[in-house]
């Protein structure tokens, strides 16, 4: 059976669609699900996707992790479902406290959209199996507050433990400290990056096919897990 | 829903008050029976722009003074930025000599043109303009110019795909424009990235003339099923008039009239006020309640409000079907409960649509803007024509109280049109015999070196990346070609790969030379633009962007460059399906070059044909083969070598064939159809040196040019590298392909040389016999410029505290060097302009036109035999004051300050 892949759309939702073609191209049936529904319709994994929820004029995500599905989301994470949040859909699991630490205003306090080496370090996550350690991908980054912050025992903790996901390559884009450019939870499933794989699924729209590893990871994990 | 109050009431305007005026006014309200009663009340007209004869058609078409809200109505509908009333009798050509095409759905007159690609889709398009209330706060200004745009794309039943920016600003160094342009390219940036719309493409321009007065121009891009185009027409009495989106505040109000209608010198800080503010989250939303209410068909009619706000949607709707309106003006959400009727009626706030609905439709449009959290709110509802047959009448009350009852035709249709004096600058002459062609020019190689790394770094050459990546290109997914690409394009159906290809193009400095071939340029360089990514050209739209119309010279300007569009999309074969016209784009007496911004959209069947302006990486040994299509002739002036070299602007443009132009076109298509094509990169500023340059950096392969004999010897090796010549591309073809590409050029008459081959393995860009720059050394050049002007500290303050507070940008930085300005004397500036407005039908004196010959370059040793004068005739007066009206009501803009003073002060 195919997977189902959840897709939640916040009011500021932005790459959404994109994320729900990169589902599909990856060979899964991507689900939409709706910010005020807490109803996650019997989904095998969540995408939040990127954008500027709510307008994001409070700080980014800090309204949308009071969304109603969100506290489903957060329920089923802590239970073993697998999360990605991509962009503001990672500032969203940072402030639901399902990663550690904040993004703020890139240092430079430009937007900025580049096509962006990234080096995968942990690929023992839900999102991350298909790579290989240390594997360089080349993914766009888009964002104004992309900057991760943590204190430094944090980073130390998620360096420790092997939960930074991926760092920044030949130039970090936004002063993320540590050059971090993806963590994971402790247990693996939940997933923040700030690039977006979802842009590099398909030759002619993006500057690579390396997205497409993050979802055809999933996919991998779904058939691994007990059911 | 409602009913209706005494029919009576509305019938007869000429009844006597009902209460004395006294106690009205204590109520502050004017209304339709007390202005009946107190004729001889004077009234504010000059002061919103209204002339004396203006003043006195309103008065004959009501029968009586207006209103107060009634006389800010005319006054907003009435001015050049909404009612076209100098550029009608010019614009009306775009139709009469529009090409046939059985594309068009709608065309101009509509919020924006639509044309038709496929059985199933069409795609609408159009540019616009937000210069003025972008220097006054560019922040804003730039992002309410995209949210402006992007609603006219959703009016027509689109949904908005796609944005490029084409931006002008002064001289890239003048301290001014590190306040500008951070400002604007950060609004542009935060309102389209914010509303999910992938920005791929634009200009970036620098230019002395636009100092005090930048251009921000918008472009956006829509695509909709062929059976879900929206009306306009309020059609259908009884249907409920809705008001959907953002609340209504006191943001923009007079932004129409006092910001872009009259010129004003000083004091743009006490302007801030009428400068909109943005609210990308509240547009995003609006985009999807509309497009849900568009797919469940729950709308007949429907208007965005942009300038001139409720005013312009309520009397352009009921006009267009004829119908009347009753409008109960209290039941407006407002952001600030003191607002008074007129204000109401004039508020630009932003992120506003008007709806007309059938009655057993409005709980299923409330429902969906109560999912999209959009208030929507039922404000009126659609009456009938009168039983004679006469249009219906707008009435609209105010807590009971009658505050305007017109025709709304007479607000749309009947404003004044004007045949405006026309006369050619006194000193473009002399600006034509002074001849670029004459200046010395590099002549030995290490001077061309030199010159071609100069030149790749000049701020007008240099790459933009430190702008664009600045904007999302990403969003949608459906990006196949953003900047700094020749076209956008973009995929718009997955499933067969159907895509367009835009691109915006303009010159001021060809236009200031030749005002007609000038802008025959701009539209040859954007329809090549999208050709060479392989695209079939089929529509146009622009933007025209000019000084005050007062002025015969510019008006002249104006006129022969809408005479040179009209022509030149004749010859293409290609329609005008919009535009938008800014006038009083000036400083003092100063007024920019004039600036027609054309943009042209193509149509891929294919997008994975398309063809990028890269060289492409080969395995070892292996590369593609150069050729240059078209002809090179010595052709300097205007180009971008004259200025960077000696701040030279004179002579001629250089010679524009359509014809060619389209051939060049077909090949190209054909071309990349069968795979002929590596790249095709269009030349134009900087000539085939920046194309080499930008050509090879794009993905880091260099090339190997030699020269053609006849351009070998002396400053020919330079004629060949910069020349500005039109008509010509630079294409790299696989090799096996070269036989049969060259065959195919003979075939369809495009002149094409061979110069040279791609070197992917050497990293440098080698022109034979005169230099070879490695390829970092280039790009070190080409992109460290921008980043150097505006990257530094100071810039990226301002524009956090723009971002930051959402409405200011000038603050920060003006407020350590306040201006000494009198704000009685600021407020009263317009009046002074206003009133001083000559009348259009007598003819003026050279007074006007004086103010150009200020900033003639002397004309020294170009003799006068080469001057061309058998171009651009200049009797292009003798039009009809009753032209139809023949474009949409859009942005105009106005200058502000003087050029060596600008009213905001300098940061630095």
């Not at chain 2, 099923?225 to 008039?241: I, M, S, T």
């Not at chain 2, 200020?854 to 009753?882: I, L, N, R, S, Y």
């Amino acid at each position: 059976m195919t997977a189902r892949v959840g897709v939640v759309t916040f009011p500021g939702s932005l790459d959404d669609g994109d994320a729900a073609r990169a589902v599909r191209i990856a060979g899964a049936e991507p689900v939409r699900l709706w910010h005020g529904d807490p109803d996650l319709h019997g989904v095998d994994a969540v995408v939040l996707p990127g954008g500027f929820s709510y307008g994001d004029y409070l700080r980014c995500g800090a309204i949308a992790r009071f969304a109603p599905v969100m506290g489903s989301i957060v329920d089923a994470a802590r239970g073993g479902l697998p999360v990605l949040g991509i962009c503001n859909g990672f500032q969203i699991l940072c402030e639901a406290h399902l990663l550690p630490g904040a993004l703020t205003r890139n240092q430079h306090l430009h937007f900025r959209n580049r096509d962006q080496v990234l080096r995968i370090e942990a690929v023992g996550t839900a999102w991350t199996n298909a790579f290989q350690p240390g594997q360089e991908v080349l993914i766009p980054v888009k964002n104004g507050e992309g900057c991760y912050v943590a204190d430094p025992a944090t980073l130390d903790r998620l360096e420790a433990e092997g939960r930074v996901v991926a760092r920044y390559v030949g130039g970090n884009p936004n002063g993320s400290q540590r050059d971090i450019a993806a963590i994971t939870n402790e247990a693996g499933n939940v997933v923040g990056i700030m690039p977006h794989p979802e842009h590099a699924v398909e030759a002619l729209t993006g500057p690579s096919l390396d997205g497409l590893g993050f979802f055809t990871s999933v996919l991998k994990h779904l058939v691994g897990a007990p059911a | 829903m409602t009913t209706h109050p005494d029919p009576a009431l509305r019938e007869t305007p000429g009844v006597v008050p009902q209460a004395g005026p006294a106690d009205d006014w204590a109520r502050g309200v004017d209304t339709v029976p007390r202005a009946a009663g107190t004729p001889e009340e004077l009234q504010p007209y000059a002061e919103l722009g209204l002339r004396d004869d203006e003043y006195d058609r309103i008065r004959h078409i009501l029968g009586r003074r207006p209103t107060q809200a009634e006389l800010a109505m005319y006054s907003i509908m009435w001015s050049e930025h909404c009612s076209y009333k100098s550029s009608k009798v010019h614009l009306r050509q775009f139709g009469e000599k529009a090409p046939p095409s059985d594309r068009l759905l709608a065309g101009i007159g509509e919020n924006a043109g639509v044309v038709q690609v496929s059985d199933e889709l069409a795609v609408t398009f159009k540019v616009e303009s937000h210069n003025h209330p972008s220097f006054v706060e560019p922040y804003q200004g730039a992002a309410t110019g995209v949210g402006g745009i992007v609603r006219d794309i959703l009016a027509m039943g689109a949904r908005p795909v796609a944005v490029m920016d084409p931006l002008r600003f002064g001289a890239a160094d003048h301290p001014d424009t590190a306040r500008v342009l951070p400002g604007v390219v950060a609004g542009v940036g935060g309102y389209g990235n914010c509303l999910g719309l992938p920005n791929i493409g634009g200009e970036v321009v620098f230019d002395p003339c636009y100092q005090g007065n930048p251009l921000v121009n918008a472009l956006c891009l829509g695509v909709l099923p062929v059976d879900r185009l929206q009306k306009k027409e309020a059609a259908g009495p009884g249907n409920v008039v809705v008001l959907m989106g953002a609340k209504t505040g006191r943001d923009g109000i007079g932004g129409v009239s006092v910001l872009a209608s009259a010129t004003f010198d000083e004091g743009s800080e006490q302007r801030r006020p009428s400068v909109q503010v943005g609210d990308p989250f509240t547009e995003k939303l609006l985009i999807e309640a509309c497009l849900e209410l568009y797919d469940a068909e729950l709308v007949v009619g429907i208007q965005d409000l942009g300038g001139a706000g409720l005013t312009c949607a309520l009397t352009e709707t009921a006009a267009a079907a004829g119908t009347g309106m009753r409008v109960w003006l209290e039941r407006v959400p407002l952001r600030e409960p003191s607002m008074e009727p007129h204000e109401i009626l004039a508020s630009e706030s932003q992120e506003r649509m008007l709806l007309v609905v059938a009655p057993d439709k409005l709980e299923a449009v409330l429902k969906t803007a109560e999912k999209w959290g959009v208030l929507a709110t039922a404000i009126g509802e659609v009456t009938a024509p009168s039983p004679d047959g006469q249009p219906g009448r707008l009435l609209i009350t105010w807590r009971d109280q009658e505050v305007v009852d017109v025709p709304p035709g007479s607000l749309v249709d009947d404003g004044p049109v004007y045949a405006r004096p026309m006369r050619e600058p006194a000193d473009l002459i002399l600006l034509q015999a002074d001849r670029a062609e004459t200046l010395p020019r590099p002549s030995d190689p290490e001077a061309l070196r030199e010159t071609l790394l100069r030149m790749i770094a000049s701020p007008n050459l240099a790459d933009k990346t430190w702008v664009t990546e600045q904007y999302d290109r990403y969003v949608l997914g459906n990006t196949v070609l953003a900047q700094p690409e020749d076209s956008g394009v973009i995929r718009i159906d997955e499933r067969t790969g159907l895509g367009v290809a835009l691109s915006v193009d303009g010159n001021g400095r060809y236009a200031r030379l030749d005002p007609y071939h000038g802008t025959k340029l701009a539209l040859a360089e954007a329809y090549r633009n999208v050709a060479v990514t392989g695209a079939k050209p089929i529509a146009v739209t622009n933007c025209l962007n000019f000084g005050s119309p007062e002025d015969p010279g510019v008006m002249w300007q104006f006129a022969e460059a809408v005479r040179g569009l009209a022509d030149g999309c004749l010859e293409l074969g290609i329609p005008v399906t919009g535009g938008n016209v800014s006038f009083y784009n000036q400083t003092g007496a100063a007024a920019i070059h004039p600036t027609p911004v054309v943009g042209v959209l193509g149509v891929l069947d294919n997008v994975a044909d398309q063809v990028p302006m890269g060289f492409v990486p080969r395995p070892a040994g292996d590369h593609d083969q150069l050729f240059l299509l078209g002809e090179t002739h010595v052709e300097l002036s205007g180009s971008e070598w004259a200025w960077v070299t000696h701040e030279h602007l004179g002579g001629i443009p250089p010679q524009v064939d359509l014809a060619r132009e389209r051939q060049l076109a077909e090949l190209l298509a054909e071309a990349a159809r069968v795979g002929h094509l590596s790249s095709a990169h269009d030349l134009s500023d900087g000539g085939l040196a920046q194309s080499l340059v930008e050509s090879s950096l794009r993905r880091g392969v260099g090339a190997r040019v030699v020269l053609p004999e006849r351009f070998a010897g002396g400053s020919m090796p330079f004629v060949f590298l910069f020349s500005e010549s039109a008509g010509r591309v630079l294409v790299s073809v696989p090799r096996g392909h070269e036989k049969a590409f060259t065959a195919l050029c003979a075939e369809r008459g495009v002149p094409w040389e061979f110069i040279g081959v791609t070197d992917p393995a050497s990293g440098a860009l080698e022109v034979h016999g005169q230099f070879r720059i490695g390829l970092d050394e280039l790009r070190e050049a080409h992109t460290g410029t921008l980043p150097r002007l505006f990257g530094g500290a100071e810039a990226a303050r301002v524009e956090v505290e723009a971002t930051r507070t959402g409405t200011t940008t000038v603050l920060p930085a003006t407020a350590e060097q306040p201006v000494d300005v009198d704000p009685a004397e600021v407020a009263a500036e317009p009046i002074a302009q206003a009133g001083a407005a000559p009348a259009e039908t007598e003819v003026e004196a050279t007074s006007a036109t004086s103010a150009d010959v200020a900033d003639a370059p002397a004309a020294d040793d170009a003799p006068a035999d080469e001057v061309v004068a058998d171009e651009a005739p200049t009797d292009a007066a003798g039009a009809a004051a009753d032209a139809p009206a023949a474009a949409d009501p859009d942005d105009s803009a106005t200058a502000t300050g003087d050029p060596d003073q600008p009213s905001a002060p300098d940061q630095r």
